[in-house]
């Protein structure tokens, strides 16, 4: 059973939909009780990292997301997920992740860029994971943001390329996230959701 | 590099049922309806089946929000695995709350893109990526002369909330004589916003002019219905034209 996690500003309908069609049982979670047992919890993107951050803080999902987290149960953050799950934003400024991962995101250099990064792009793998398998080494997905996680060669899983190198994929331990929209991805993005079910 | 974007842009309106509130999806000329050309499930799920960039579906609704498209947007979400952005007089921020919340991943907002409050409370809860605003102007618009209604449009502020601009001359809509492409250039020397183009196409040739003069993506809809090609065989002409374009996933 894959948790995802609801928030007003998410399109967490699209991710519900993509598992159903994969025929993974899932549900939305609204609130804190419906998370009791979770295994698979998907924080889904769409948003701005202030607003969801005052979400999961007024909400009370910090600490148990936190705790699950501890306990072993796998997350998947997508885009602005994949954000939250690290410490701070230059979105936000004074705003909090959920701190699972060692990682602040940066806005893209807009002198040099059209920002956001929007639209299709080449992900490219460079090392190993459960989440990736199945997928070619390099891949194209759907982005939608301003702000990336910078490359950490401990905890990237993958690179695009906009300008900058910043992370695509991440992972530490039971923590995976991906900065573009896997449900949004057509024939790649589904197979990274479906190896997160099996993970 | 990100891949340029073709958009099918489905535009729907009320169907006047008695049983149920239904949609069926039209071409129009200078915005307004010229024919009936189908459901528009349908349409999205043969799009879909193309490998599209991105699907824009438009309710073309004059007066006020119609929440009953908000349940039209679930069902398109139900069936699709591929990004869409939806726009419909919006006028208020729960108008757009309820859009995300049946799967939209970008909203469209054009006639009252003057409404700062109303961009700027999107922007802050969803997120400056998921906000398009839709500069829709005609020939009649343009006879102040290019540089005032660029002055006037980028006076209005609405630069600072958007994700994305589309620019759309209505009077070339449907026409076939290619998108108003003079525009595009005095943009991109004001704003580094990603641009998309819509209106008036009807070639190959005319797209890859369209991110020639660095557009990112193109919107295309009465070209759709009335070519013999498929989006995949577009995509693969513009790719031997030089176009930087997704030719698989």
Redesign the interface.
């Known amino acids: 059973m894959i948790h995802i996690v609801d928030s007003p500003s998410s399109n967490a309908k699209a991710v519900y939909y993509a598992y159903k069609d994969l025929g993974v049982a899932c549900r939305i979670v609204t609130n804190l009780a419906q998370l009791t047992g979770a295994k698979k919890i998907v924080i889904p993107g769409v948003g701005a990292f202030g607003a969801l951050s005052q979400f999961l803080n007024d909400s009370n999902f910090v600490n148990p997301l936190r705790e699950l987290a501890d306990e072993g149960t796998k997350f998947l953050g997508i885009c602005l997920g994949m954000q939250i799950l690290g410490v701070s934003s230059d979105e936000s400024s004074g705003a909090r992740g959920l701190r699972l991962l060692e990682v602040s995101s940066n806005r893209f250099p807009e002198d040099e860029l059209r920002v956001p990064h929007t639209g299709w792009d080449q992900v490219s793998i460079c090392a190993s994971h459960q989440l990736l398998e199945g997928l070619n080494h390099e891949f194209s997905a759907y982005f939608s943001h301003s702000y990336c996680v910078p490359v950490d060669h401990k905890l990237t899983l993958a690179i695009t390329n906009y300008g900058i190198a910043f992370t695509s994929i991440i992972a530490k331990g039971n923590i995976v996230g991906v900065q573009f929209h896997p449900e949004r991805s057509q024939d790649s993005g589904r197979k990274i959701l479906s190896n997160f079910a099996d993970w | 590099?990100?891949?340029?974007?073709l958009i099918p842009k489905i535009v729907v309106e009320r169907a006047i049922s008695k049983t149920s509130p239904e949609f069926h999806s039209i071409l129009t000329r200078a915005y307004e309806p010229h024919r009936i050309v189908g459901d528009p499930l349908s349409q999205i799920r043969i799009q879909q089946s193309n490998?599209v960039?991105?699907i824009v579906l438009v309710n073309r609704c004059r007066s006020e929000f119609d929440s009953a498209f908000s349940e039209l947007v679930?069902q398109a979400?139900?069936?699709?695995?591929?990004?869409?952005t939806v726009g419909g007089a919006i006028t208020k921020s729960s108008h757009a709350?309820m859009l995300?919340?049946?799967?939209?991943?970008?909203v469209i907002i054009g006639r009252n893109r003057h409404d700062l409050k109303l961009l700027e409370s999107i922007?802050?809860?969803?997120?400056?990526?998921?906000l398009v605003i839709s500069v829709d102007y005609s020939e009649y618009d343009l006879a102040i002369g290019l540089e005032a209604f660029l002055e006037r449009e980028l006076s209005m502020g609405y630069m600072s909330f958007a994700?994305?601009i589309c620019l759309n001359n209505i009077s070339r809509d449907g026409g076939g004589v290619g998108a108003d492409l003079g525009i595009v250039d005095i943009i991109h020397g004001e704003t580094?916003?990603?641009i998309v183009v819509g209106c008036g196409i009807s070639t190959v040739n005319q797209i890859a002019e369209c991110f020639r003069v660095g557009c990112?993506?193109v919107t295309l809809s009465t070209f759709l219905s009335q070519t013999d090609q498929s989006i995949k065989q577009i995509r693969s002409h513009l790719s031997a034209l030089g176009v930087h374009i997704?030719t698989?996933?």
């Open positions: 590099m990100l891949y340029r974007r490998l960039d991105e679930l979400c139900e069936i699709l695995n591929t990004p869409i709350e995300f919340r049946s799967g939209a991943d970008k922007a802050t809860n969803h997120g400056v990526q998921a994700g994305e580094r916003i990603p990112d993506g997704r698989r996933n």
